[in-house]
């Protein structure tokens, strides 16, 4: 079982341009979310997704899109990168809300 | 001031020793949640609890909900339990979000 796989686990943007970070689970959970880890910081929640079809705003959503496009896929959208975006990016899921969450390896993306 | 505080920030130990790592919350809360952070990146969720006391393997996490304040032990450390460890918390009424400490990297010393 691969659990969640995120793709891709590296990315160099610059700023203006667009681009989608895939989370795919195996685990037949409901519920994924996105997070940012800055240095410093603690994980912080971008956008969450309590079971497919639904999508709510989390802590830091200012610059970013979400799609649940079936139970097993959630992404995430930068539309026009900025630097202050640089950050690793988790995604994470668990069978409910309120339940311990599985997460994938990240994605360290660096916009110049 | 954070609404999730954790102590010490840095540790450092010598294999075998018996570790202790706090965290303090401001909120009320439906749960706390322990992780780890392995050097390579990778987050792997020890434990949920409301209450009490739970155990798993070498690890004990406790919480005392009137204090707002939990604990996690590691007994008999070893060198792979370098790591962050980082307290999280689900406030009262709050769906999706989980409110995280900064973490306390751990170093555990042959």
């Known amino acids: 079982n691969a659990g969640v796989t995120q793709t891709p686990k590296f990315q160099v943007l610059k700023t203006g341009q667009s681009m989608t970070l895939q989370c795919a689970q195996d685990?037949?959970?409901?519920?994924m979310y996105w997070y940012r880890q800055d240095p410093g910081m603690g994980l912080r929640l971008i956008y969450y997704s309590a079971s497919e079809g639904t999508t709510d705003k989390g802590e830091v959503p200012n610059g970013y899109n979400v799609s649940r496009l079936n139970k097993r896929e959630f992404s995430l959208r930068l539309e026009s990168a900025a630097p202050s975006q640089t950050s690793v990016y988790f995604c994470?899921?668990?069978?409910?809300?309120?339940?311990?969450?599985?997460f994938g390896d990240g994605t360290r993306l660096s916009i110049l | 001031k954070n609404e999730v505080e954790q102590s010490p920030q840095n540790l450092t130990a010598q294999e075998g020793e018996f570790i202790t790592i706090n965290c303090s919350y401001s909120v009320g809360i439906s749960a706390l949640h322990w992780l780890q952070q392995h050097p390579g990146g990778g987050i792997v969720s020890l434990f949920m609890l409301s209450s009490g006391k739970k155990k798993h393997g070498r690890l004990i996490a406790t919480i005392n909900i009137q204090e707002k304040h939990s604990s996690l032990h590691i007994t008999a450390s070893h060198p792979r339990d370098s790591a962050v460890y980082i307290c999280a918390v689900r406030s009262r009424g709050s769906q999706g979000n989980l409110i995280f400490g900064k973490g306390t990297k751990l170093s555990v010393k042959p």
């Open positions: 685990m037949n959970h409901n519920s």
């Open positions: 994470a899921t668990s069978i409910v809300l309120d339940q311990p969450q599985h």
